[in-house]
């Protein structure tokens, strides 16, 4: 029972245009939600997060989305570089539960 | 700041063997969780320890058991392995226990053969 899906394996775009990637989730008790980047041999790193309370969180060149009725976030990069060639795992948490939920990545490859 | 360190990198066992994985954690975070991450799969949380008690445990069989020290560094111990049980093995340390900005180990890949 995937509780986070990310449905893109692998996702490619140029560099400088905009990096979309999307997940979605089926547990309605989901009340915050975290992006992480994963480069090979590291383990993940913390990139953005948006409680459910918020539809939106910018940071840099990095946007979340949340949009709670179709139970859907995603992740904007714009612009992308190819430094951001990486993994990007999309996590959910609920309640007092401090557990995260992870999907099961998208490859993301910025072509120069 | 020295962050979270976990050894060995890689680990080579047979099945039914028992495996002793350990984890360092960030300096001044008194959190530690487990999670393991099979190929193709993201990772998938084991449990987690505060103030050296289990704080919240995942879909794991009782063969998962974890300890806690007062430096806040902590094991990750599997008994009986199976072949499913290889994978990465990733600890992550945070601030509080509902602190979901979890600061990941570079992890210890585990194969069962």
């Known amino acids: 029972d995937q509780q986070v899906k990310q449905n893109s394996p692998s996702l490619s775009v140029q560099e400088g245009r905009i990096s979309i990637l999307n997940c979605d989730y089926t547990?309605?008790?989901?009340?915050?939600f975290l992006w992480y980047k994963k480069y090979p041999a590291e383990g993940p790193t913390f990139l953005i997060s948006?409680?459910?309370?918020?539809d939106k969180n910018e940071d840099g060149r990095f946007t979340v989305f949340l949009n709670k009725s179709a139970k859907h976030l995603s992740l904007h990069i714009v612009p992308s570089q190819p430094g951001d060639s990486a993994v990007y795992f999309c996590?959910?948490?609920?309640?007092?539960?401090?557990?995260?939920?992870f999907g099961s990545g998208t490859q993301l490859t910025v072509l120069p | 700041e020295t962050g979270v360190t976990q050894s060995p990198t890689h680990l080579i066992k047979t099945r039914g063997q028992q495996v002793t994985l350990r984890c360092s954690s960030q300096?001044?975070?008194?959190?530690v969780s487990w999670y393991q991450q099979a190929l193709g799969q993201g990772p998938q949380f084991i449990f987690q320890?505060?103030?050296?008690?289990?704080?919240g445990r995942g879909n794991f069989p009782p063969r998962f058991s974890g300890l806690q020290f007062p430096n806040y560094s902590s094991e990750l111990n599997v008994n009986a392995l199976e072949l499913d049980d290889s994978a990465l093995y990733l600890c992550?340390?945070?601030?509080?226990?509902?602190?979901?900005?979890?600061?990941f180990g570079s992890g210890t890949q585990l194969s069962v053969l």
């Open positions: 992550a340390s945070s601030l509080t226990t509902t602190n979901e900005k979890l600061f």
């Open positions: 547990n309605s008790m989901f009340d915050y």
């Open positions: 948006i409680s459910s309370i918020k």
């Open positions: 996590a959910a948490s609920a309640g007092s539960a401090r557990q995260l939920t």
């Open positions: 300096s001044g975070h008194n959190t």
């Open positions: 320890y505060y103030r050296e008690e289990e704080n």
